[in-house]
């Protein structure tokens, strides 16, 4: 080999060219450094491989560019080659190499063009989006004009605003958008002219619709030039306003609004100072409140309504300070009216700034508190009051309750003592009833039936009357009760005057526990039944009735006896009270007294609904118990 040829190899291994060497029927059988840096393929990996190896599945393309370049001597084109692992788009250069117009083989030159792709795919996708997302707009109208004016593109926004579809629009010319005087003064034209000057035109103004209303719009008009500063046209945005136009006269009235609510305020002083705390605006508060007139005071410095001590402590320009820093001073103070007198006020002092940030002036706003601060003062002689009533109240309530204890304990003495005499005077009543002749001594018989019936009477009295003092004592323990078992025992203990009196007891339950104390749940149960079967006349009908109302169980006692007045639906529940019809009906007077203390410890209500001659039911409610498994 000659130093020519040594010399030709090397600069080939070493050019920046990726090329390589094929032969006719295109296997490689050389490839230089600049292939490897591209494909990742070694020299070895590729020599002895045929080109197609580098266009992927594509190996007719091949065949095909091997072919051209045979037959033409040179063929190029542009597309994807395959890497070891990688896609590359190269332009891809085959030529033809002769020795005296003999073939000898292929030199196939590879250009690595993937970042210009690349940068060509994601502008071609940048455009792509942006043309759909131009045309998706809904809240601008978005269109282009060509150098005349006449439409050229229409998206949804366009639609939305202006109600022309594409097909009715594309082609006119943008003028149609104008109102007339705008068309006669030659407004259109004019600002295509000054959008070619400037670059573009803005304003806000009015438009026409498709269906000839009016809109307020806002409108930028720009110019447009290609890449050799040729103008091509214009793009026209349009935004309807309508709604902040509409805002700013909804603002404008409610700003005017607010400055007569302002003047005409009559419980605060409210008025401005400049930023130096001089007085620029004066309301009708502000002269009721301080008795300056708005010519009197403005202009003048706010430290005119301070006391004199205030004044010389530097107060008013502290307060000033401190609004300024803080955003604005509060406090309660003493100020001054026209008259000199003084007056406790409630002032509120806040910084105005404008939209550059720059401070210029106060808003200030005082109340008269004078009444608030006589109120306090009432309040608290009125509080002072109180607590020495409160005071004796807690005394006089600390004799009542020993007084209540005494009591309680004195009956339940009286009661318990009572039980002896009246047991002894019964049976001496019944042992003389059994002893004399019944015909001998009728009448002294007769005397000795009410005797007896008199000491049952006292001793049931006081049985009803010592259970009426016990209910108050002691903390009541609730258990969950089956309210089905309730009744049954009530209704037995009261069997012998159900069954005397033929009485009917009907009983509906949706509600399966209750909580409560079971001997006093009874006790409640049975008074109830038994007051319902005293004032039956004809066959007792009764009905007991047990649900659910918001959490508590209802109960529900209907009898169909006489009924009572509602002048007395009140006062049946106080002990001893007996209506006018204690002679027909005898009884103690403290049953029902026991029921509504019963109701009572439970946290329950119980309360009547009557009319004469109809019947009556009483209600009762009971905290509702859930079934446990120690129930």
């Known amino acids: 080999m000659d130093k020519m040829t ?13 090329v390589l060497i094929a032969d006719r029927e295109g296997y490689i059988i050389d490839t230089n450094k600049a292939i490897t840096a591209l494909t990742d393929y070694t020299a070895e990996e590729l020599i002895g491989k045929n ?19 045979f037959t033409h001597r040179y063929f190029s084109s542009a597309g994807w080659k395959y890497g070891k692992e990688k896609r590359i788009w190269t332009m891809t250069s085959i030529s033809s190499i002769l020795d005296d117009d003999k073939f000898m083989c292929f030199a196939i030159t590879l250009r690595d063009l993937t970042a210009q792709m690349q940068q060509e795919l994601t502008l071609r996708k940048s455009e792509a989006r942006y043309r759909v997302m131009v045309e998706n707009v809904k809240d601008y109208a978005i269109f282009m004009l060509d150098t005349t004016g006449h439409i050229l593109t229409w998206n949804e926004g366009a639609r939305l605003i202006k109600g022309y579809l594409p097909d009715e629009i594309i082609g006119k010319h943008f003028s149609i958008f104008y109102t007339a005087p705008d068309l006669e003064d030659g407004k259109p034209a004019r600002e295509l002219r000054i959008a070619m000057a400037t670059g573009k035109y803005e304003e806000e103004g009015w438009r026409i619709k498709k269906d000839g209303s009016v809109f307020w719009a806002s409108v930028v008009i720009t110019a447009l030039y290609d890449e050799e500063n040729r103008h091509i046209g214009f793009s026209k945005v349009t935004h309807d306003l309508t709604w902040r136009k509409e805002s700013d006269e909804i603002l404008r009235e409610s700003e005017e609004r607010h400055r007569l609510m302002i003047e005409n305020v009559r419980d605060y002083a409210i008025f401005m100072l400049d ?16 008795g300056y007139t708005a010519d009197e005071i403005i202009g003048k410095y ?41 007056f406790w006020a409630s002032v509120v002092i806040t910084a105005v ?34 607590r020495r009533l409160a005071n004796e109240l807690k005394i006089a309530n600390e004799d009542l309750s020993y007084a209540n204890d005494e009591l309680e304990q004195f009956t339940s003495i009286v009661s318990h003592d009572l039980q002896e005499p009246i047991r002894t005077i019964k049976s001496f009543l019944q042992l003389i009833d059994l002893k004399i002749d019944a015909q001998q001594y009728d009448g002294l018989k007769t005397y000795i039936g009410k005797s007896v019936r008199a000491a049952n009477r006292m001793r049931e009295l006081i049985s009803n009357l010592l259970q009426y003092a016990q209910l108050s004592k002691g903390d009541l323990t609730l258990h969950p009760v089956k309210v089905r078992d309730l009744i049954s025992q009530a209704v037995q203990n009261l069997r012998a005057a159900i069954d005397a009196k033929g009485a009917n007891i009907t009983v509906d339950s949706e509600v399966e526990y209750v909580s409560g104390d079971r001997i006093l749940l009874v006790q409640l149960i049975q008074n ?41 639906l009140g006062k049946i529940f106080e002990i001893f009270r007996r209506l006018d019809t204690e002679g027909q009906y005898p009884g103690t007077g403290i049953g029902l007294a026991i029921c509504k203390k019963i109701t009572d410890r439970h946290n329950g209500q119980i309360w009547p609904e009557s009319e004469p001659g109809k019947g009556t039911t009483f209600h009762f409610t009971i905290k509702q118990a859930q079934q446990t498994a120690n129930v």
């Not at 080109?51 to 370049?69: F, H, M, N, P, T």
């Not at 930023?275 to 301080?290: L, P, T, V």
């Not at 430290?303 to 803080?326: H, M, N, T």
């Not at 006896?561 to 002048?567: R, T, V």
């Open 528 to 568: 109830l039944l038994s007051n319902a079967l005293k004032f039956c006349t004809d066959q007792p009908q009764i009905n007991i009735n047990v649900s659910e109302k918001e959490g508590d169980v209802h109960f529900a006692i209907t009898d169909n006896g006489i009924g009572i007045a509602e002048a007395d």
């Open 51 to 69: 080109v197609a190896v580098l266009y992927g599945a594509d190996s007719i393309k091949a065949g095909y560019e091997l072919g051209q370049a």
């Open 6 to 18: 040594v010399d030709c190899n090397i600069i080939f291994r070493n050019m920046g060219e990726p």
């Open 353 to 386: 700034f404008n939209a550059k940030g720059a401070l210029i002036g106060f808003s200030k706003v005082t109340r008269d508190l004078s009444e608030r601060v006589q109120a306090e003062k009432e309040l608290r002689e009125s509080y002072d009051r109180f």
């Open 302 to 342: 706010f430290s005119i309504f301070y006391p004199e001590e205030d004044i010389i402590s530097g107060k008013p320009a502290r307060e000033l300070k401190i609004a300024i820093a803080e955003g604005k001073y509060e406090e309660e103070g003493w100020r001054l009216r026209k008259d000199g007198s003084r």
């Open 275 to 290: 930023h130096k705390g001089r007085i620029m605006s004066w309301n009708e508060g502000a002269r009721r409140i301080k």
